[in-house]
């Protein structure tokens, strides 16, 4: 099953949201996702019917790295100053969720919770990203492989229900030091030469290798699971050609949303409403999904 044309729109309405245009009081309470990523920190926030009313992005490039929050308070600057430009546009938003690369457990678990509390958020509960993914994609099967700043998480879900979750590091971060390599630059230059659209095409050979050691994390986590299609999300999945290299080698068909990056927020303010009882009957109208939690829901 390709993306649906509503899980789109549902990513466009989100994507529109983050211009914070203030439209007045909301009649049901407001519910946050906050997706702490390598690259970007990213705050999602819908009404109690799923549709997306406000956002917030930040790049992020020393707090979060490999799934882990080296930059405690880093995170926290980041995460208040979102918070506050939100209410202060007119979204009172209180009840939000976090997402963690899967396998992250315990106290590296536990510190997205924290850097949420120490933002002045109320913490309903942890989802890990591939999950939360599939919540916006409203998909029953497949593999959702979450391709971001630091890391490749892979989720497998079968009639809806997460069944086998891994992470593995290897992302956007690698392709910036291929190009850093290359060209003898700085990371942080090669960073802005990887996203300028003009010179992408021009690049891709370059990093090419770093698409084809994804694949190979995808191919070894999907041994043994009966998987038809994957379905690309993280900001790294943006790049052109990524698509192709991943179908030439794990020989499945593959899907890709129209903005990769905004897919695993949404899917957590998504998940936060379901916690706390909200209808979601927009979000839902792009197709049937399972709770996406599996055993990684916190």
Known sequence: MTISASANQLLKTFEASLELNKNGVHKTELFAGVDLG?????????????????????RSRSSIRDGLVLDYMGAIRLLREQVTAIRGA?????????????????QN????????????????????????????????????????GGTTGISVLREGE?????????????LDLVLAGNFKIEVQEAERMKTNASRQRELFPLVRPVFQKMASIVNHHLKGHRVEMLYLVGGTSCFPGIVEVMEEETGLAVSRPDNPLLVTPLGIALHCAR????????????GKAGNGSGQRVQ
């Open 38 to 58: 390598t690259a970007y920190i990213v705050t999602a926030v819908v009404d109690g019917d799923g549709v997306p009313v406000a956002g917030a992005l930040t």
């Open 90 to 106: 007119g979204y009172a938003i209180q009840r939000a969720a976090a997402a963690f690369p899967p396998g992250t457990m315990g």
């Open 109 to 148: 678990a536990r510190a997205f919770r924290n850097v949420l509390e120490a933002s002045d958020l109320d913490c309903s509960g942890l989802i890990d990203e591939p999950s939360a993914a599939a919540q916006v994609l409203g998909i029953r099967e497949g593999a959702v492989v979450d391709i971001g």
């Open 162 to 174: 997460v069944v086998y979750t891994a992470d593995e590091a290897t992302g956007g971060m690698h």
């Open 275 to 286: 916690m706390n009882g909200a209808k979601l009957a927009a979000a839902q109208s792009g």
